[in-house]
């Protein structure tokens, strides 16, 4: 290469990467950010045009709650079964290429069933077939898109690009429901099931735009160069032997987890059976609960990123505040406490993922990252389906206020597993922010 070729290399390098001290909206000035956050904000769409199109079908095909239900049992059991299986092989190929080789597949698969509804081929089956294929390749998905942002991103600015990523989340929860509801009203399950195909395209062309470093051929070869089980037990016996912090990361995202899926199932029955209000006070719990969870989102993409132990305090206030919320909320039946009550529950579970992801990503080798992260959302996820099957029982049985007593409990719990975590864990390895105060800058 020339001197003149390699200077513009490096020049075009250095313009690539944001100033270490920006946070927030202005770390998309970084072009793989960019690209990245676009392609998972029209993804998230696509997966709430896709979810809600899915469970009107299977409820207008058999009219039945339990037939709807499998649903979400089809989409919960990958993670369970297939998750650290899968992460050997996502530490074996190149992030972007997962990704983007998901979500095409996720394309294809949207298509087949209003071709087969076309067709007059559409059975049950059928439809629970590909709703289980998607799964599996979402649980490829979001290991390999946790991975990616460490490659992306200075170390002191993971906090605030897992948030901003978080926000995508968040975006396609509050979009993608009400146009699919919508389209379905309007135009036909089938076309917004075209339209849901549509943005995993988009997603794809944006997620093609990534330009992240290349591991030298040598770490390549090590990477594939071992046996699955001799992967399978490296990636365990990291987690559970070696560096024991990391799985008391996993053991406090179970609490949180518990509680954290069946409070948003629990939102309807609360309002319907202790507030007595009807749809219209339930959207605006729910806006409430998004809004809590976007403001706190927002303020750690835009802050500085705190020392370790900070960041761990962080975690035990804001669950301690998420637990007396939901006690309090448990012993209240007025409207306007209520909504504030779930926007600081809100908040409070906003804060935990991107600040655990963040330190997960410092402190976890780049070549066992897609591992980690496997095992780690594959715990979350079995906590998940405990928790809204423990939660759902005790609000048939004993009534949605002890439900959020439970809740209360669970959050402490969480609070208290991250205070742990602050008083013993070895954070040597996270080294990013211990020479910064915190301090705001503006997005």
Known sequence: MSSAAAGKTQSESK???????????RLLKLRDLRWLWIGQAI???????????????????????????VIGVLQTVPP???????GVYIDRFPKKWLMMGADTCRAGLALIIPLLYAANALTLPRVY????????????????????????VERAQLTAANALVATTAMIGMLVGPAVSGLGIATVGMQVVL?????????????????????????????????????????GLRFVFVKHRTVAGFI????????????????????????LHVGAMMLGWL???????????????????QLRAGTRLLLITGAMVMGGVASFVLAGTAQPILSIVLVALIGAGLASFTPIVWGMLQEMAPEKLRGRIFSI???????????????????????????????????????AAASLALWKFADLSQVKSGADQQGQRVAC
Not at 45 to 66: C, F, P, R, W
Not at 131 to 152: C, H, K, N, Y
Not at 215 to 231: C, H, I, M, V
Not at 286 to 304: E, N, P, R
Request: net charge positive; hydrophobic share 50%.
């Open 15 to 25: 313009g690539s990467r944001p100033d270490k001290q920006d946070t927030g909206w």
């Open 43 to 69: 993804s998230q769409i696509g997966e709430g045009l896709n979810k809600v199109a899915l469970l009107y079908l299977v409820y207008n095909l058999t009219n039945s709650t339990l037939m709807t239900t």
């Open 80 to 86: 369970l079964i297939l998750g650290p299986v899968l």
């Open 129 to 152: 077939i590909v709703v289980f294929l998607m799964a599996v390749v979402a649980t490829v998905f979001g290991p390999a898109l946790s991975s990616t942002v460490p490659l992306i």
């Open 194 to 234: 075209y339209v849901s195909s549509g943005t995993f395209v988009l997603s794809v062309l944006s997620l093609s735009r990534l330009h992240l470093k290349q591991s030298s051929p040598q770490e390549a070869k090590n990477r594939k160069g071992g046996g699955f089980l001799k992967d399978l037990k490296e």
């Open 251 to 274: 053991l406090a995202s179970l609490c949180y987890s518990l509680a954290s899926s069946a409070f948003v199932f629990l939102l309807p029955v609360f309002a319907e059976k202790v």
């Open 286 to 304: 729910w806006s409430a609960y998004g809004a809590g969870m976007v403001a706190v989102s927002i303020m750690l993409a835009c802050s500085q």
């Open 376 to 414: 780690f959302n594959t715990g979350a996820m079995s906590a998940s389906m405990i928790g809204m099957v423990a939660f759902g029982w005790t609000t048939d049985r004993l009534g949605p206020q002890i439900s959020l007593f439970g809740m209360a409990a669970v959050f402490w719990l969480t």
